[in-house]
């Protein structure tokens, strides 16, 4: 049948054409209008992952209602690296080889960070951390910048940091307000936590401290009857916690339940959370715990963006968020500043940084660390007090309440 | 003085998750790995009821107690049943239910503890020593539950058809047993004892959607250290079991609890594969 | 040739074949994403294989393989990091001290039967892996060991590198599977009593067949530490082992080369249901029930099977 063949090659022609022309026509984009693309690498199954998210996506359209940054916009994708460093790796390829991203911000366990680090480095991205606290992370920027320069820490303030804002709330709180020298240290076995506590013991015996028990338990703990037990009959006076991983939540409503005579306060970081209190029942009144901000005016940003994340989400924000909307900002703006999306001048750029953050300002030192220090991103230490509210107990020039005891310790 | 209430109270809880266990091998030769998602889905539907329904606590209970139970009777009859002719297949069938269940729970409730509520939360004072209320409720419930069940087997004509089939099922099945349905009311009793363990130590142990993990390979431990099939012997191995924890616990150091269960179970395979208490070596 | 003489011509065709495809397989595609899934896959495939040996054939499930693993990954990152010996000693060092941990632990361990070996091997397993976070000044703890050095900088050649070792240890284990230690390993899987009888001495078989075993899932081990760069003891946890176990039930337990598939099937799987999220281990673990509920022998094996009987007359 000629005549159809005819058609069937007339018709398969013009689809070919048309194929054709639009092909030519996509690839007739330059790269200029190619978005830039952030990948996030995190635990999306938890609550620091899930709020990283959050404030990358409302930077990112921040940014993009501006018009984006030298003409291009910017859009992220995320991976879940669980806490496990096998899918972290794995998250990091992911990223790097198959969605090609520009930047990767993200990070919350040190252990995974530290094990991804050398396939950030064969990738030659640029890494803004957001919640890994070890100074290992860092410390690789220094032993070998040429592979490691990639890497920066946005927040948390790393745990040699952290343990010294602990020394001083120690210090001057602690032993200074509160009159109490035996302290006990309790804490999860987790890399952070081992870089923390020589440091944290040092300096609270340098400060007067009688330290009367160390001890670090195994992340997976549910029940802490012994644990709490063993605090009491040390005779300390404060618990002083490092907790992240661990069962913050269960933790607290033992420590309720039994009345341990000794109340307890310090990094927790499951404590930052918002509904904290009023998921276990109030049963974590009278705890203090580190928070990098809270809803005051900190920085000209802080509140905007704690109003603005409730919107986005059903919480306040946690640590991670702070950072991560820092994070894109101050690649923005290294970027405008570079001139150029080319990696090795945004590092150039990216040391010089001086941001306005929402817990600070946000300054790198030689390793590409966060710094910490007046005017920029410290510890604050808040309590749980009546019904939820919270209240900075220290340092004293931010306090906004007044410090209260354990219910049953009240006389 | 201590160690001997706390450990009281963790012994009971694992003597609650290995009788199950036991229970559902001894009778049906079933290891259920989905085990301890009973347990974990017992203090969830019991977060549930409460929290989102707002029923008063002891009804929470008692439904969860009765839905978990449902749960594992539909598991065991949709799921495990057909598989029946191989062991492996029933383990890994039975493991793939609890990871599901696992995934369920997390995505629907997020990975972030839930607060189960105690029926009694005052502290009380036994012997210079603070315990919380809930520990000990759990304590004395976990005897009744047992003692009941036992006390069921021993002395009522269901719980001897539940003996014969354990003992011997084809005599059972020419006796006229139906084995179909004693199977299902066990995995009903163990799934239901499970729940229970579950809704009493679900205010005071973590309530998250891997809490399934830990209790069922304590449970597989004390159950092979008792003696798999006998219930006296799971009792005992879980006492032994929860008081070694709990005493390395206190003494040494919390990161040890884990291997002294594990290795007790090694140890106990390598010198006398039976247990304590069992009938078949090695089976 | 004699090698050669317990395994037929179409298999050994069909497993060249195969072996070729995956080799071609990510040069097709541009990025190094590819090529880092299929090199995990192809050492889960090491490691399938290798419980597959011991295991499938014996019936005595091994429910701790990942300590095998464990121990040869982490022998691997101490000789690398605190011994600083270079990356190629680590191969014949860790399958070294993966078999005298078979050694040892076999002796013990191997006259149990059924579940009862299983839980003693998942002990032995869960035991390692508490003593790595106990000890975790000398281990590295939660974090393990970090920065060990690469075998091979291309990622492709190592993949080449990886499939090569997976080929010959699949030759030469379904060779061997099929000789007359396979049918002796099968004849104890069905009665040991009678082994006994006709004057096997079965203990010997049973614990060579264990200890060749542990050494390539120590091989395998040290494989994945050179390439993940740094060991941790996730390695030892029993979810690894159960995973492992999976594919060779998915692959066809028995087979040798089933769990291949399998590992390949379940590993491809897992990274690429990442497009669902939060989904994705629910879809996977629902995948799975269906597989072990609709397909008890598996998929790779009775594919193969069917294939094969394509080309025979009836």
Not at chain 1, 272 to 287: H, L, V
Not at chain 1, 291 to 297: E, G, M, Y
Not at chain 2, 192 to 214: N, T
Not at chain 3, 148 to 155: D, Y
């Amino acid at each position: 049948m000629p005549i159809s063949f005819k058609r069937q090659t007339l018709q398969s022609l013009f689809a070919g054409l048309l194929l054709g022309s639009g092909l030519l026509g996509t690839t007739a984009l330059t790269a200029q209008d190619k978005p830039v693309r952030i990948g996030v690498p995190t635990s999306v199954q938890l609550q620091v992952g899930r709020d990283t998210l959050t404030a990358v996506k409302m930077a990112v359209d921040e940014i993009n209602k501006k018009g984006g940054v030298l003409g291009r916009k910017f859009e992220f994708v995320s991976a879940d690296e669980t806490e496990n460093p096998e899918t972290g790796i794995s998250a990091i390829k992911k990223l790097t080889a198959d969605e090609k991203v520009d930047l990767l911000i993200g990070g919350y366990t040190s252990g995974v960070t530290l094990a991804q680090l050398p396939h950030i480095s064969a990738a030659k991205t640029i890494y803004l951390g957001v919640g890994a606290a070890s100074p290992s992370i860092t410390n690789k920027v220094k032993q070998d910048y040429d592979n490691y320069k990639y890497i920066f820490r946005v927040g948390p303030v790393n745990a040699a940091h952290q343990a010294r804002g602990l020394v001083d709330f120690i210090s001057h709180f602690v032993i200074g307000e509160l009159g109490y020298k035996n302290i006990a240290i309790v804490g999860e076995n987790a890399k952070w936590v081992q870089d923390l506590v020589p440091i944290l013991s040092k300096g609270a015996k340098e400060v007067g401290a009688d330290l009367r028990l160390t001890e670090l338990f195994d992340t997976q703990t549910s029940d802490f009857s012994p644990l709490l037990a063993k605090v009491k009959t040390s005779g300390a006076q404060y618990m002083v916690v490092i907790l992240s991983h661990a069962s913050s939540d269960v933790f607290a409503k033992q420590w309720h339940d039994a009345q341990v005579p000794v109340p307890y306060g310090g990094i927790d970081v499951k404590s930052m959370d918002g509904d904290f209190f009023a998921r276990i029942g109030g049963k974590s009144i009278s705890e203090i715990a580190a928070n990098f901000a809270v809803r005051a005016p900190i920085t000209k940003k802080t509140v905007p963006f704690f109003d603005e994340f409730k919107k986005n989400s059903s919480n306040f924000p946690v640590y991670s968020a702070f950072f991560a909307y820092d994070a894109v900002f101050i690649y923005a703006d290294a970027v405008k500043r570079a001139g150029s999306f080319d990696t090795e001048k945004v590092i150039k750029e990216l040391e010089k940084t001086k941001h306005e953050g929402v817990a600070g300002e946000i300054t790198f030192d030689e390793q590409h660390d966060v710094q910490t220090g007046p005017g920029k991103v410290n510890f604050m230490f808040v309590q749980w007090q009546e019904k939820g509210e919270r209240a900075v107990i220290y340092p004293k020039e931010l306090r906004t309440g007044k410090f209260i005891m354990p219910p049953w310790m009240k006389k | 003085m201590e160690i001997l209430i706390y450990g009281a109270v963790t012994s009971a809880i694992y003597a609650m998750l290995a009788v199950g266990f036991t229970l559902i091998f001894g009778v049906a030769r079933i290891l259920n790995l989905a085990h301890g998602s009973f347990y974990a889905l017992g203090a969830y539907s019991a977060y549930v009821l409460t929290t989102l329904a707002g029923l008063p606590l002891w009804l929470a209970a008692l439904l969860s107690i009765a839905i978990v139970a449902v749960f594992g009777v539909l598991v065991e009859k949709i799921l495990i049943r057909p598989l029946r002719s191989s062991q492996l297949g029933v383990l890994m069938i039975s493991l793939a239910t609890a990871f599901v269940v696992e995934q369920a729970l997390f995505l629907i409730f997020g990975s972030e503890y839930r607060n189960v509520p105690a029926f009694i939360d005052t502290k009380f004072n036994l012997f210079g020593v603070d315990v919380a209320g809930q520990r000990l409720l759990t304590l004395a419930v976990a005897t009744v539950a047992i003692g009941s069940l036992y006390a069921f087997i021993q002395f009522t004509r269901l719980g001897s058809a539940i003996l014969a089939i354990s003992q011997d099922p084809l005599a059972a099945k020419y006796m006229g047993i139906p084995s179909d349905r004693i199977f299902s009311l066990v995995m009903a009793i163990s799934a239901g004892l499970a729940a229970l363990a579950g809704v009493m130590a679900g205010p005071f142990l973590s309530v998250q959607p891997s809490m399934h993990l830990l209790p069922i390979v304590k449970a597989f431990a004390i159950v092979v250290v008792g003696g798999l099939g006998s219930i006296p012997g799971s009792i005992a191995a879980a006492f032994m079991l929860g008081y070694a924890e709990t005493i390395v616990a206190y003494l040494v150091s919390g990161s040890w609890t884990e291997i002294v269960s594990v290795l007790s179970t090694l140890l106990m395979l390598v010198f006398r594969p039976a247990g304590l208490f069992g009938k078949r070596a090695a089976f | 040739m004699k090698a050669f003489k317990g395994l037929d011509t179409l298999s050994s065709f069909g497993g060249l074949v195969a072996l070729l495809m995956l080799g071609v397989l990510p040069t097709l595609f541009t990025g190094t994403y590819l090529v880092g899934v299929l090199t995990v896959a192809a050492i889960y495939g090491i490691w399938a294989v290798s419980w597959d040996f011991m295991s499938g054939l014996t019936g005595r499930e091994n429910f701790g393989h990942s300590l095998f693993i464990g121990v040869g990954a982490y022998a691997a990152g101490f000789l690398n990091v605190h011994f600083g010996v270079g990356p190629w000693w680590s191969l014949p060092a860790s399958m070294l001290v993966s078999m005298l941990f078979a050694v040892v632990l076999g002796f013990p361990t191997l006259r149990l039967k059924g579940p009862y070996f299983a839980l003693a091997m998942l002990s032995s397993a869960v035991i390692m892996q508490r003593l790595m976070l106990i000890f975790w000044e000398y281990t590295g703890g939660e974090e393990g060991i970090q920065d060990i050095t690469p075998l091979v900088k291309n990622p492709l050649h190592y993949y080449w590198f990886v499939l090569a070792v997976l080929g010959s240890i699949t030759l030469l284990l379904s060779w061997m599977a099929r000789s007359r230690w396979g049918l002796i390993l099968r004849a104890i899987r069905g009665d040991e009593a009678t082994c006994l009888a006709a004057g096997l001495p079965i203990t010997t078989y049973k614990i060579v067949s264990l200890v060749i075993s542990a050494a390539f899932a120590g091989l395998g081990g040290a494989l994945y530490a050179h390439y993940q760069l740094q060991v941790s003891p996730q390695l030892f946890a029993v979810v690894t082992s159960i995973t492992i176990i999976t594919m060779v039930y998915v692959g066809g337990m028995g087979t040798i080369f089933g769990p291949v598939g399998g590992a390949l099937l379940l590993t491809v799987m897992t990274e690429g249901l990442r497009n669902f999220g939060e989904w994705r281990l629910m879809i996977y673990s629902l995948l799975l029930i269906f597989i072990l509920f609709f397909l008890p022998n598996g998929i790779i094996a009775p594919i193969w099977q069917k294939m094969r009987n394509l080309g025979r007359p009836s």
